[in-house]
């Protein structure tokens, strides 16, 4: 049973840009729905390119994301991470703490990360991130005690591309008895790191998140269900996000096909899959069924794309509250 989350990921404050067309994609060569690593300067000459249009901050971060939305959701939560030594670290940390989510945040003498969500008139989201203080989280600061409170370890798949620091916490959770959940994050960064990624789900991964781009590059199969059913061969719970038609989920030979919440009015999509699994995990903390899971993963991501960025109000909070009892009594379900 899983009660108490912990995740790791790149702590950054996001800039959510809200684009008339998607020429700056074009411009800088960026493949719309991606997420691109880029170095200070690039990211600065993208933010100038879009200077004038309407944008907002928030805090980031695709584990950041899921681990704030389930401490909303009542499970008890906690997060690892690197910040700056500037009021940007001051403020996201204290952010975490706000909302009931225990902080293991460390320092670094690097800024701050921030990224740059450029957002298509059809809301879909593209991602150029200059992690800074977040690149520099190693494996050597991850102290294994922290572990002892939690009985599950939610990772960021965009950590990845750090092989020593995700292998270290993967195996100092496993020792601690600890579950392990992923988000497959990026079709591009399971792409570049597929080898590495297929040898950790297989021995170490118990429950997996991916959409129907990031499911065919690590399984390289084109169906969705096909997908599933390799993926679930090498770990017990696996999520594969369907777009508009919803997900397939499954679990050993427990099979279900949820939908979306067609009522959800599609303004930005960042933080979609981070929301889905926030609700999808804090059900199943509560041992809700497969189908149940689904549907309140559902909610949580369907509130959230009809936002720009991943905060909202108490109103949309009860909301999301009152469905989920309805879910729980199994009168509404997708």
Known sequence: MINR????????????????????????????????????QLQTDISKAVAGYPYSLSLGGSAGNTIRAMARLGTRTGFIGKVGNDTTGDFYKQALLNVGVEPYILRSEYRSGKCVSLISPDGERTMVTHLGAAADLQASDIDPATFDSYDCLYIEGYLVQDHDLIRTTIEQAKAHGLKVAIDLASFNVVRENLDFLRSLVAKHVDIIFANEDEAREFSGEQRAIDALHYISQMCELTVVKTGMKGALIKRG???????????????????????YAAGFLSALSEGMSLRQCGTIGAITAGKVIEVVGTTFGEEVWRDIFNLRERVRREQYLF
């Open 253 to 275: 030979e427990e099979f279900a096909e949820v939908g979306i919440m067609a009522a959800a009015k599609r303004v930005d999509t960042t933080g979609a899959g981070d929301f």
């Open 5 to 40: 989350i912990i995740g790791i990921g790149n702590a950054l404050t996001d800039m959510l840009v809200n684009l008339s067309n998607d020429s700056v994609l074009t411009q800088y060569q960026l493949a719309k729905g991606s997420m691109s690593l880029v170095d200070s």
